[in-house]
């Protein structure tokens, strides 16, 4: 690009006379000529050419085009009007600003005001802002009549390449303003981050179009401001702006965005008094909106009707794809995938990026193989968010060793990349290789960002590698500059926490003001519970009742480490406190994929067509287990009943049902993967452990917060979770 950019200043040298003018009329023989060059020749057919066909270059006949404009004896600055600016409109930039260069530098044809806004096009589709100075700088130079259109080519290639002073001065060395400078202008700022800036040049804006609504609102929601959007749209509705397909495109967005169904359905109602909902952009993002908001089944009702109309229906599959992952209904999103495919429809990136985050999602290890292998065949690259995604798939499944192989074979690695393999390391309790491959990324010069600090300093919470962890969070402030986040500061709770070092987490929440973020609270609590701490857990529970006092998750907590003092009464309190307020515990789901089927179970569960064979070999198994050593840990049990009773109560959890339906539908010797949608239990823990010892079998669990490796009567873990 600098090549470029330096033969295009070379070419500027010369100060000719400039024409503001183009005669350049679009010859109604274009495609003919550009079609029928190879039977006729090339030498007869740019004889009947006055100036280059522009259509030529936009109807996909551009290497025709160009044999045209070589065999031209005089090139006038028609032809080369017409073709720059077929090229900035095709969007072959690189071709265009060559052509430019080309133009000047073998003389005969002055460049026009359409040609130099042509070839701005060009340098800011490509982002080279050093060519487009040279180019500005030489219409400055030689007196160029600088119309609002070529003045505004101006803003639109230093808006886009980035340079938000430049676009200030540039617009205010303007003396006649459009709607179109405003909208540049506003949006360049939005781009800085300046919105602030950005509102007042909006406000004071004259010229306020559909399109300046429009650049507002979109600018708003990507600066993460959806409130303000939300209130700029209101805005225009009572400015009574007319709405075009892209206000309803963002608008829909923004109600997704905030979940607000009833916003999406009332938009929904003016695209059908628009007449618009046919309208591919319009069609789409109502999918989303209503995907977003949780009704697939009026998602589903447009996707059938879009099925009907003619045209591109990818976008469409796609989009439902998506938002069945989003709903947490991956085994419908795969089956829509699937289905997709059986109706030919090509599957892009984006398709396949959600279908792979499906499998992870669920833990569908030969369902993510499958994906893995269409990619391969489709000769999709693996460029960096498609690698992630699978390297998350794979970890997510219980295959470390598959992520690594996918991200050793990744030949470039950006951030997200190195960053996805090094959470994976940390979900599975391998802090010291996470360690190791962050200090590998940096030594390639690769900046970490803030998700590449929580997965580090996650690595060392689940590791206990507190000195490791303390140095990792001074690191991020001082070298990095990363402000942290609630999210550091809760691994850094987590990390005192799991240590032992209760007082400290304690500490750290009081010194860095977060007291009133509730997951640190939650963080203390499960702490208090693996480390038997009652003075603590009063302190965090009494916090979280009052910063989330429906929260379920908070309460049967702390009702176990009551159920372990055998605190009876206050266990038998609190249970009644979260009747009154009316919460619920989440039931415990534990789930095993065998041969592309999911089969589900919870505690007590006799709805599985096995059933009476799952318990009859658990309660074999279980008196196997205490033959080994193993003892149930029926003080987790939160009644006051008989040991029997309690004894009962732990065998038939989830995560063992599970167990015992894998162990008795596979070989043996044959691994297990079990997921659960919350943490293991203690008792379940300490049995899996003595499984993997009875059974000669390799275990894996995947929890709510990380992957526990079963192997020989140990876990990854040290019972440290």
């Known amino acids: 690009m600098r090549y470029a950019a330096r033969k295009a200043a070379a070419a500027l040298q010369s100060p000719p006379t400039l024409s503001s003018t183009s005669s350049a009329p679009l010859l109604q023989r274009s495609q003919s000529l550009c079609a029928s060059a190879p039977e006729k020749g090339l030498a007869r057919i740019s004889q009947e050419i006055v100036s280059l066909p522009i259509s030529c270059v936009r109807g996909h006949h551009f290497h025709n085009a160009r044999k045209l404009l070589d065999e031209t004896p005089k090139r006038s600055a028609s032809a080369w009007t017409a073709f720059i600016a077929g090229c900035a409109r095709s969007g072959r930039h690189m071709d265009g600003l060559s052509a430019f260069t080309e133009m000047r530098a073998k003389g005969g044809a002055e460049p026009n005001a359409f040609v130099l806004a042509a070839v701005l096009r060009c340098c800011a589709g490509l982002r080279d802002m050093e060519s487009g100075k040279c180019i500005h700088g030489w219409m400055l130079r030689n007196g160029a009549h600088l119309d609002v259109v070529l003045c505004n080519a101006v803003l639109d290639m230093y808006a886009k390449c980035g340079d938000y002073e430049c676009t200030k001065r540039a617009f205010k060395a303007m003396t006649k303003i459009d709607a179109v400078s405003w909208n540049i202008v506003i949006s360049a700022c939005m781009q800085n981050g300046d919105i602030l800036g950005s509102m007042q040049l909006f406000d004071v804006s004259p010229l306020r179009d559909t399109s300046s609504w429009n650049t507002v609102i979109s600018g708003l929601m990507r600066n993460g401001c959806a409130a303000k959007a939300l209130d700029c749209l209101y805005r225009m509705a009572r400015a009574r702006v007319v709405f075009n397909h892209y206000t309803y495109s963002t608008a829909l967005a923004l109600a997704g965005m905030l979940s607000l169904q009833d916003l999406g359905r009332q938009l929904h109602g003016r695209v059908l008094t628009a007449a618009v909902d046919t309208d591919a952009f319009v069609r789409s993002s109502l999918m989303d909106m209503y995907c977003k908001c949780g009704s697939m089944e009026t998602a589903v009702l447009i996707f059938d009707s879009w099925s009907q109309l003619t045209g591109d229906m990818n976008f469409a599959w796609s989009a439902m794809v998506a938002g069945y992952v989003q709903n947490g209904r991956e085994e419908e999103a795969f089956e829509f995938f699937r289905s997709m495919l059986r109706e030919g429809v090509a599957a892009h990136q984006f398709t396949l990026t959600s279908a792979i985050a499906a499998c992870a999602n669920a833990g569908m290890v030969e369902q993510g193989r499958q994906v893995h292998g269409c990619i391969e065949k489709l000769g999709h690259s693996f460029d960096a968010p498609l690698a992630s995604a699978i390297i998350d798939m794979y970890a997510k499944c219980g295959n470390l060793g598959d992520a690594c192989r996918i991200f050793d074979r990744a030949c470039a690695k950006n951030v997200a990349l190195w960053t996805s393999m090094l959470c994976s390391y940390a979900s599975h309790g391998k802090g010291r290789m996470a360690i190791e491959l962050f200090n590998r990324m940096t030594a390639e010069k690769i900046t970490p960002n803030e998700i590449t600090l929580v997965g580090v300093l996650s690595a060392c919470s689940h590791g206990r590698l507190v000195n490791e962890g303390d140095h990792f969070f001074k690191l991020m402030q001082d070298e990095y500059g990363i402000v942290p986040s609630i999210e550091h500061y809760n691994c850094m709770v987590d990390l005192y926490g799991r240590a032992g070092m209760l007082y400290k987490a304690h500490n750290f929440i009081k010194e860095n003001n977060i007291k ?206």
């Open 516 to 721: 009133h973020e509730a997951i640190v609270w939650k963080t203390l609590l499960s702490a208090c519970r693996l480390h038997k701490h009652m003075e603590y857990a009063k302190l965090a529970s009494e916090n979280l009742i009052q910063l989330e006092e429906c929260d379920a998750g908070s309460y049967v907590m702390l009702s176990n480490v009551y159920a372990t003092h055998s605190k009876w009464l206050d266990t038998s309190k609190l249970r009644s406190s979260m009747r009154e307020r009316r919460v619920w515990k989440q039931p415990g789901r534990s789930w095993i994929h065998l041969k592309n089927i999911m089969h589900t179970f919870v505690a007590g569960d006799t709805a599985h067509p096995r059933s009476a064979e799952i318990y009859a070999y658990l309660e074999k198994l279980m008196e196997r287990l205490k033959d080994l050593g193993y003892t149930s840990r029926t003080d987790l049990v939160a009644h006051d009943v008989e040991e029997e009773q309690r004894e009962t109560a732990l065998k038939f959890h989830s995560e063992k049902l599970a167990i015992a339906f894998g162990i008795i539908s596979t070989p043996s010797g044959t691994p297990l993967r079990i997921f659960k949608n919350l943490r293991v239990c203690v008792d379940c823990h300490e049995a899996i452990k003595y499984v993997s010892q009875a059974t000669d079998r390799e275990i894996v669990v995947r929890d709510l917060y990380r992957f526990h490796h079963f192997k020989d009567a140990k876990c990854s873990c040290e019972d440290f979770w």
